[in-house]
Each structure stands twice: as structure tokens, then as C-alpha cells.
């Protein structure tokens, strides 16, 4: 079957780094993206890879390594408002897009 | 403003009584997606549509219809709901396909739904 599997929960403390690691297991692999989920709220769009590296937008960056099935977010400088739930996902040879059950962020001050 | 909007926001109902949400996008978007999010299971897509005219279903189809007459309109449709479709849907659409060459998907603000 097709799975995506990502950390439930991170804690991480105010101002320090945070990186949400996620492997996949898909039929096919377009792309790897990322989306971010306040609570009561729609998920945005953060960042998306298509091939292997870093992809950075201010704070945050997204890795990709398509020969281990595997990606992450790095989200530096973490400020309150970063505490949410993170999402990666993944479009299938059938333009299916398959999504991580999600990980909630905990940002102490 | 481009946007996603969906209605209702809240719904109550009672099982088997047929109802529909509506979607509807003001960016000229070809893709158009239905996503179901249940606790501790993330986002499930239910349908989608490539095109006016053209859908498909995604992971959990049962119990769900959908329409694509207009560009920018995507109604999802419970003819006839039951207690294990309350859940929190969210549409969604993007340029072209999900996330083929980046295009992001923009989401609506969810309909949250509970059949009694």
C-alpha cells in the first residue's frame, strides 16, 4: 500500500531548529511538498521538491532525497507562531496526492 | 481576492438525508480536490478533477458523488449521509496538477460536518 510516514508530535523550544522528517512509500513520485496547518484552519502550502536537495524559503527549507524515499522541513529561528501541524505529501503516477497523517509542532518559550 | 470558498462552514444533519456542499475558486484553476481530514489520519482525498467534465476518484470515493460543469465550481454531493462521514472536508484547487511542477494547492476554509 501507498503510506507516508511522519513523526505525530515535535517539541521544540523558541528561537532553536526543528526538522520534521518524512519517508514515503508511493506508486510513482512526482514530488514531495509541505503545508502547514494552524489549528481550525486550512492547510498552505510551504514548500514543494521535485528532485534531490535543499530547497530554501527564509526560514524554512525543505530536502528531498529521492533514493531513500525520504524528505524533510527545517524550520529555524521557531517563533510561537510557527506551532502547528505539518504535513507532507506526495503525488502518485496517478495524480493521486497522498498524505502524511501530519506532525504537531510544540514551541516552548 | 483569489480564494477558495466553501459552503456551509457548519453542518448538522440526520443520516440519509441528501446534501451537498458547494466549492467554488476565482483563479482560473484547471485542478479541483476534495479532502476529508479525520483525527490522526490526516488528509484523504475523495475526488478530484483534472478538468470541466473530468473526475476522478481518489482514496475514499464511498459515499460521495461530485460534478464538474464549471471551471470553477466542484459541489461535492452525500445522497445519502451516514454517522461515519462526519469529518472536517476541505476543497481544494491549483493550476494544474496537485503538485507537478510546484503548483501549490490552495485550500478553502473546511466545512465542518457531523451526521447524526
Known amino acids: 500500500g501507498q503510506s507516508l510516514e511522519q513523526p505525530s508530535e515535535v517539541t521544540a523550544v523558541e528561537g532553536a531548529i526543528v526538522q520534521i522528517n518524512c519517508t514515503y512509500q508511493?506508486?510513482?513520485?512526482?514530488?514531495l511538498s509541505w503545508y502547514q496547518q494552524h489549528d481550525g484552519g486550512a492547510p498552505t502550502f510551504l514548500s514543494y521538491?521535485?528532485l534531490d536537495g535543499l530547497e530554501e524559503t527564509g526560514r524554512f527549507s525543505s530536502f528531498l532525497s529521492r533514493s531513500d524515499s525520504y524528505g524533510y522541513l527545517l524550520l529555524q529561528e521557531l517563533q510561537m507562531k510557527d506551532s502547528a501541524s505539518y504535513f507532507c505529501?506526495?503525488?502518485?503516477?496517478?495524480?493521486?496526492?497522498?498524505w502524511g497523517a501530519g506532525t504537531k509542532l510544540i514551541i516552548k518559550p | 481576492e483569489a480564494q477558495v470558498t466553501q459552503n456551509p462552514r457548519y453542518l448538522i444533519t440526520v443520516t440519509g438525508k441528501k446534501l451537498t456542499v458547494t466549492c467554488s475558486q476565482n483563479?482560473?484553476?484547471?485542478?479541483m480536490s476534495w479532502y476529508r481530514q479525520d483525527p490522526g489520519l490526516g488528509l484523504r482525498q475523495i475526488y478530484y478533477?483534472?478538468?470541466?467534465?473530468?473526475?476522478d476518484k481518489g482514496d475514499v470515493p464511498e459515499g460521495y458523488k461530485v460534478s464538474r460543469k464549471e471551471k470553477r465550481n466542484f459541489p461535492l454531493i452525500l445522497e445519502s449521509p451516514s454517522p461515519n462521514q462526519t469529518s472536517l472536508y476541505f476543497c481544494?484547487?491549483?493550476?494544474?496538477?496537485?503538485?507537478?511542477?510546484?503548483?501549490?494547492?490552495?485550500f478553502g476554509p473546511g466545512t465542518r460536518l457531523t451526521v447524526t
Open positions: 508511493t506508486s510513482g513520485f512526482y514530488g
Open positions: 505529501a506526495v503525488e502518485d503516477s496517478n495524480y493521486q496526492l497522498i
Open positions: 481544494a484547487s491549483s493550476l494544474l496538477g496537485p503538485v507537478r511542477v510546484g503548483n501549490e494547492q490552495y
Open positions: 521538491n521535485a
Open positions: 483563479m482560473n484553476h484547471e485542478y
Open positions: 478533477s483534472m478538468n470541466v467534465e473530468v473526475t
